[in-house]
Every structure is written in C-alpha cells, then in structure tokens.
C-alpha cells in the first residue's frame, strides 16, 4: 500500500526554466494538495484538486504557477520562469472522498540557481 | 480566516523527561486539529488528530494532545521523550463547519531530545 509518491525528489533548475513536480495520491485517494514550505517556515497551502477540477486555488501565486489533475496520470504542479524565490519544498497531500485527513508525500526540493 | 500559533520554535529537552508543545489557534467556525512531525529531509507524518468526540487523543508512540475549547488550544504531550523524537512538530487545522479542506500550520517547534 504505498503512500504519496512525489518525484523528482530534488530538482535543480536556472532562473526562467520551467519546473514540474508530480504527485501521485495514495490509492484510493480523489483529493489533491499542494503545499509548500519555505526554509524555516511552516507549510503554506496553494491548492486543492480533484480529478479534472481545481476546487480551491486561493493559495497560489496570481502568475507563472498552475497545477491540474488529470483523469489519469499524476497531479501536476508547474511553475514556468522560476526565480530564485521559488526554491522551497513543495509537499503534495492527499486525502479520501469525505474525510478530513490527509497524508503527505515526501516532497520535492527545489533548487533555483 | 484561521491562523495556528506555536510559541516555542524551539524545545531542548533531556532524555526520560516530560515535554509539552504549545498549540493554540483562532477559528470562527468549528474545527479539526492535528499534529504533525516532520523529520530531517522528510514528509510531514499525521501524528495524532481531533474530529470530533473525546477531546484527549493519543498516539501510537506515546504522545497525547487535548483539545480545550474554551482556550482554543491543542497542545501535545509526552510523559517520556527518546532520542528518536527528535524532529520539526506542526500543529494544523481544517474547518469542520463549510468542508474548506485547506489545512493551515503554525510554524512549527523543533523538539530536540539530548541525552
């Protein structure tokens, strides 16, 4: 029963790359998060996803972030034109239809040189 | 809007003794509380949660927290701490009344056990 898979694990990208991180629930899992944590901070919500559909997007930047959830395959959360700002961990969660808790992947490192 | 406060970022404790990590937050509708532990380089771990009922929880590894209403708080305690809890400890919570999935988290206190 494997858990959140996130990859890459580290990613290293120059300013103005794109970067893309995945996110695979646990199985049986319909609800998507992304978080990320800035270093020595708390972890800050960006968005919730369900299958083809953004439920709550009030976290995210207003410009070069965007996520989605396909009917198959992984959530993924891009970030074109990345600065240097970017560099953070960025932790996906995932949660059952109709419950409340949510069980995190073990992140992804972005590294912006 | 909801906001969780950890006062102590940090919590040197020795090997065997007791230790309390301060949780409080500020809601205007109900909610769901959690712990969280984080270990070096690692995803955050579901420690214990409050949904609803008995206000006292406890986890697999000792560690308890008590929601308290009146004080909006949920602190975490353990009688006896090892080594191994040494790590980065998140309070969170959710909003039970509209369904707003979303968790918000204090900034975290770093439990450092010493033998």
């Known amino acids: 029963n494997a858990g959140v898979m996130q990859n890459p694990r580290h990613l290293v990208r120059r300013r103005g790359q794109e970067a893309r991180l995945r996110c695979s629930p646990m199985?049986?899992?319909?609800?998507v998060y992304w978080y990320r944590q800035l270093p020595e901070e708390g972890l800050k919500f960006m968005v919730y996803?369900?299958?083809?559909?953004?439920?709550?997007e009030s976290g995210m930047p207003k410009e070069r972030f965007s996520a989605e959830f396909p009917k198959e395959g992984p959530s993924i959360l891009r970030i074109q034109q990345v600065v240097r700002g970017d560099s953070a961990a960025y932790f996906c969660?995932?949660?059952?239809?109709?419950?409340?808790?949510?069980?995190f992947g073990q992140g992804t490192r972005l590294t912006v040189v | 809007a909801q906001s969780v406060t950890q006062l102590d970022s940090q919590v040197p404790v020795f090997e065997e003794a007791p230790v309390e990590l301060r949780c409080n937050y500020s809601?205007?509708?109900?909610?769901?509380l959690f712990w969280y532990v984080q270990y070096p380089n690692q995803g955050l771990q579901l420690l214990l949660k409050?949904?609803?009922?008995?206000?006292l929880v406890e986890s697999i590894n000792g560690f308890e927290a008590e929601f308290n209403k009146s004080q909006t708080s949920f602190h975490l305690r353990k009688p006896s701490v090892h080594i191994s809890d040494t790590a980065e400890y998140f309070c969170?919570?959710?909003?039970?009344?509209?369904?707003?999935?979303?968790?918000?988290f204090g900034s975290g206190t770093r439990l450092q056990v010493q033998p």
């Open positions: 969660a995932s949660s059952r239809q109709g419950t409340p808790e949510a069980f």
């Open positions: 199985k049986g899992h319909s609800h």
């Open positions: 996803l369900q299958k083809e559909n953004i439920i709550d």
């Open positions: 809601s205007s509708v109900s909610v769901y």
């Open positions: 409050y949904l609803s009922g008995s206000t």
């Open positions: 969170a919570v959710s909003d039970a009344d509209t369904g707003r999935r979303a968790l918000t």
